[in-house]
Each structure stands twice: as C-alpha cells, then as structure tokens.
C-alpha cells in the first residue's frame, strides 16, 4: 500500500501544478516573441515593421551567386530605382531562383537605403504566425508532458490504499523508455511502463523485482508497485495486467 510519506509527496508534486503551468505560459510568452526580437535586430527591422520603408519599382541590374543557404544557392542581386525623384541603387540577397537581370521587381526601401522584398504587412503577418506556432509548439509539448504525468499521479493517490493483487516477478529494461517483462501463467509479456515515486531515487531501474498490480476493475491504465529489497518504485502501467 501507498506508505504515508509517499503519499505526502505526491500530493506535494500536485500542489506544484499552478508553477508548472505559470512557468508554461512564460516560456510561451518568450517563444512568440523570439521572430520579433530576430526581425527587430536586424537593420532597418524596426523601421520597417513600423511602416516606415517605401516602395519602389526597382530595376536588376546584375545578378551574382553568393554561397549556399537552405541547401539552394543564394544570390547577390544588385538594383536601381528612383524614388521621390532621386536615383538610387543597393544590393539584396536571396535565396532560391532569382529575378533576371534587366526585370522589374518591388522592394520597400529604408531611410538608410536599407532593402526588404517583402511588405511591412506581409512581414508583420509572416512574424505573427510564426510567432504563434512557436507559442503554441511550447503549449502541446508542455501538455503532452503534464497532463499525463498529472493523471498518473492522481490515479496513484486514488488507488493506492487499495490492497495489493499477488506479486509476480518481473525485468525492467531501460533504453529510451522503460520496458517491463512480466513473468506470469499466461506467459512472457513485454510492456512500457511510467515511473511515478521511487524510493531509490538515483539508483538505476533496471534488473530484477516483484510486482504488486493495483486492483483497478476494466481501466485501461492501472497502478503497481515494484520492490526490490527495501527499494520501492510506484509505477504506471496497462490495465491488462493482473
């Protein structure tokens, strides 16, 4: 049965649930904002995420390759355009096929003379989805691994004070997840299991111990606890097991 101390901390790792989930919420926060502080530390980002760049019909004058970028070549593109009456010509880069030389293409020029291809809108909307992906990125990895670890626990605190079935004698195996062979009369059986409370917290899982399942009716997930000596490890498993 579940012993007093344990008990007391698992309902102590729940009691840490509203942290979990505030320091959730922050890291959210700073993955949205991680495109905005890229677009804004580049030069002339500010300005022309503000609106503050104008557009021009520009002229290419010369097309050069310049390396390599996302396994495509990348392009050094040198333009001309006027704008308010006054000429004026830089150079841009861009990965992927590039315009030819002697087409017309529409850039946004900066104060600075600084160059985007894109529109302040279209900048801003590309910044805002991806900022919303990152955000919500953070948001499913966090209840992948949250809301399962939660339900394990109050199953556990549920259920743990129930009497124990038989012990029956089982391997653990360890490589990216924990598998258990379960030696009983219906065979060998090979499952994953979830450590929730081990006593022997350090000590390596693997190796021989006794299996104490749960009684838990038709759920598909059940308790059980392994021992080994004194070291005692309350895990998660499938309910098939009995």
């Not at 890291?27 to 995420?49: N, W």
């Not at 850039?107 to 529109?119: A, F, R, V, Y």
């Not at 030696?183 to 111990?209: F, N, Q």
């Not at 749960?214 to 080994?228: A, Y």
């Amino acid at each position: 049965m579940l012993h007093s101390h344990e008990a007391a901390e698992l309902r102590r790792r729940e009691s840490r649930k509203p942290i979990r989930w505030l320091l959730v919420a922050l890291g959210s926060l700073v993955a949205a904002l991680i495109p905005v502080l890229i677009a804004v530390s580049t030069s002339g980002g500010v300005d022309h995420l503000l609106g503050r760049t104008e557009p021009v019909t520009a002229t290419v004058e010369r097309v050069d390759v310049s390396g390599k970028c996302k396994h495509r070549t990348e392009h050094r593109i040198t333009a001309a355009w006027h704008l308010d009456g006054h000429p004026g010509r830089g150079e841009y880069r861009r990965c992927g096929d590039p315009p030819a030389e002697g087409s017309a293409v529409e850039l946004w020029i900066g104060d600075d003379g600084h160059i985007e291809q894109e529109s302040p809108t279209a900048t801003r909307n590309g910044i805002g989805g991806l900022s919303l992906v990152m955000a919500a990125l953070v948001w499913v990895l966090s209840v992948a691994i949250l809301v399962p670890a939660g339900r394990r626990r109050r199953r556990l605190l549920a259920t743990g004070s129930l009497p124990l079935a038989q012990a029956v004698p089982v391997e653990l195996h360890v490589s990216r997840r924990v598998r258990m062979t379960v030696h009983d009369p219906a065979g060998r059986r090979h499952v994953v299991i979830e450590p929730v409370l081990h006593s022997g917290r350090g000590r390596r899982l693997t190796g021989s111990w006794w299996l104490y399942p749960v009684p838990n009716g038709n759920d598909r997930r059940r308790s059980g606890l392994l021992v080994r000596g004194h070291e005692r490890c309350w895990i998660d498993m499938p309910g098939t097991i009995r």
